[in-house]
């Protein structure tokens, strides 16, 4: 029989994984990347067209619904799947990123973390239970732990403080979860800045306090992609194997191959959308700027090799047009465009990883990223 | 045989018209609503969706698209259908109306008028032959004569001068659209303000010189409702029967069923977008503003009779969410819902007028409006 929350390794190529997640909500294949529905939206996309793209989960974000509309009002209205009308899997953040990056007046103790709402100005508490608290009422079938997550680079001291604390947050979000319903998953966040010794630790810690899954945290917020890459290498090994290992943050294209060559099997962030209401597309050539003058006269579609219609559909002549005049339909077409992009990249590197061919994937595809692209008309 | 552009009368009912026009693009049922795809795009709709909405024509506005992305780049591309994608007819306007409400330091002479463009400052010159010019470059299929638009209420020696002017520019564009190719059709614009002597002698002169259709313009400027239609009443009966009649920029739905019950054939209005990207959506019920308090913890649909599919499966407590954080995907389905309001109107307005009961279609459709929203729970 399968458990309500399962993981399963399906096959290795060097340290990539492939593998399968199963909820009652859905599976979901990894490596995985997740979309980004900050406000029970992904922003400018129908969750149809999500859906359409591959995505087999999305994620929301507890410190923008607690604040609007409220997680009471969410749970009173049915949970989240029912109020975005989402029915497969959803994974919550705890709150603790967006508490340090958005809001003011941000007062952390042992108990938690208070700040002033950047909506209403109001104070507010977020204790390890209140985020396990506001993730269930959510309804959220992947929670994550409460943590503190630090800009890098930070001194060691002040790393290790924060990973500390993460820890003794670890533990109590744990406790908070007894209760959860089955079926309904916990992740613990491996912190520790670029301290391999501090992230050693913390891996081991929360090991030992047991998961459902593990999350590296507290990276993509400032350093290299070296350093970046160089944590997650040291890292991913010291996880169970039987469990899944998800890059909170993390990426642009390359870092999510560069992270699965070493292990990880869920990533999500906010680019596939943010770069598309800036212009920006993702392709095989890499990225290009829709703006770009080269584009306004070139009646040739985007890429006729892609998957997404609208880039068989529109001509780079209209998107660029729809970009220089900041239309929304510019916006909608391109966040389409660029996560349907993402799911066919971690489409790709799960046949590769099951074909073991991963590295010949990872060099072709690079190889279409640095030619560029096609050559102008 | 049918003529390249052609519109027949199928039934009447009082004044009210059913009818087709038909053009090599397809054919158009009327009364007509048209979208209005400002600058080659309906404001957060695909043209799919317009499509499906019930769309048989969409309107783009020549000011913008001379300005940006140009007309002879647009021309060089394939033409209007090509470059954004819609296959179906299209009505461009003459510049005109634009040049008098966005533009500065604009001169007005017989020649035409120069402007001093919004977007970067160069002056610009339309003249009726310009017009004519562009809108042929765009490969409109029904062009529109430039004409003078003055706001109301303004003094009667204004409002006969631009008359007077627009019949002047009326009698050039006639001339230079002859070369057009066939199935092309350009349509003459009644000018008169509120005056009703004035709008008859347009109305006159305008038949005289002959053209594929005719527009009521210079309305929906200002006036109360009540001055708007009784300029369309008097107005209407000086107009060819066996040609189709547009009131252009016009309106509300109340607009729409009272102007069609005086013989309109054609409506445009940016009013479902527009109010679509600030929370106001159009119903049965009459106009929602779904940032109202009343909707936050409403988990019923908009409405379950209503045929977009965005009414039925979003609860208002979500759509009320999305409008209250000003999220994409708010102005997305808002603007669709209520473009698909508009065009089932319509579709009720031709059915009625087909059965013989316009009258009582209108009243069932304003005793609705009246009787407000359903109750709150």
Redesign the interface.
């Known amino acids: 029989m399968t458990e309500p929350f399962s993981f399963r390794l399906i096959a290795t190529d060097g340290a990539a994984r492939l593998g399968e997640i199963s909820t009652p909500r859905g599976t979901i294949a990894t490596p995985a990347f997740m979309p980004v529905g900050t406000?029970?939206?992904?922003?400018?996309?129908?969750f149809d067209e999500v859906r359409r793209s591959g995505a087999d989960i999305v994620l929301a974000n507890t410190y923008?619904l607690m604040l609007?509309?409220g997680a009471e009002?969410i749970a009173?209205?049915?949970g989240l799947h029912?109020?975005?009308?989402w029915p497969r899997p959803i994974l919550t953040d705890s709150g603790g990123f967006q508490v340090m990056s958005l809001s003011e007046l941000r007062k952390i103790t042992d108990r938690g973390v208070t700040f002033r709402s950047h909506i209403d100005g109001n104070m507010v508490e977020l204790t390890p239970e209140r985020a396990i608290e506001i993730q269930s009422l959510l309804g959220a079938d992947l929670s994550m732990q409460l943590d503190e997550c630090i800009k890098l680079p930070s001194p060691r001291a002040e790393i290790e403080r924060a990973m500390r604390l993460s820890l003794a947050w670890a533990e109590r979000c744990k406790r908070a979860f007894e209760t959860a319903s089955p079926g309904r998953a916990l992740f613990g966040i491996v912190q520790g800045g670029d301290n391999t010794a501090l992230r050693a630790e913390s891996a081991k810690a929360l090991t030992s306090i047991g998961f459902h899954g593990y999350a590296i945290g507290g990276l993509a917020v400032g350093e290299p992609q070296h350093v970046m890459l160089k944590v997650v290498e040291d890292t991913a090994p010291l996880l169970p194997q039987g469990q899944p290992r998800y890059l909170m943050g993390v990426g642009m294209p390359e870092d999510l191959i560069e992270a699965a060559a070493r292990g990880i099997d869920m990533f999500d962030c906010v680019l596939p959308t943010r770069n598309g209401r800036h212009g920006a597309v993702f392709t095989r050539f890499g990225m290009l700027n829709l703006a770009n003058a080269r584009h306004?006269?070139d009646?040739r579609p985007l890429d006729e090799a892609s998957q997404h219609e609208a880039t068989h559909?529109?001509?780079r002549?209209?998107l660029s047009?729809?970009v220089?005049?900041n239309?929304?339909?510019?916006?909608?077409?391109l966040s389409a465009i660029n996560l349907a992009y993402y799911q066919t990249l971690m489409a790709g590197v799960r046949e590769a990883i099951a074909q073991r061919r991963f590295a010949d994937f990872c060099a072709a595809t690079r190889e279409g990223w640095e030619r560029g692209d096609i050559a102008p008309l």
């Open positions: 406000q029970a939206t992904v922003k400018g996309v129908t923008h609007r509309p009002r009173a209205l049915g029912t109020f975005m009308n306004r006269d009646p559909t529109y001509s002549a209209y047009h729809l220089r005049v239309e929304l339909l510019g916006q909608m077409l």
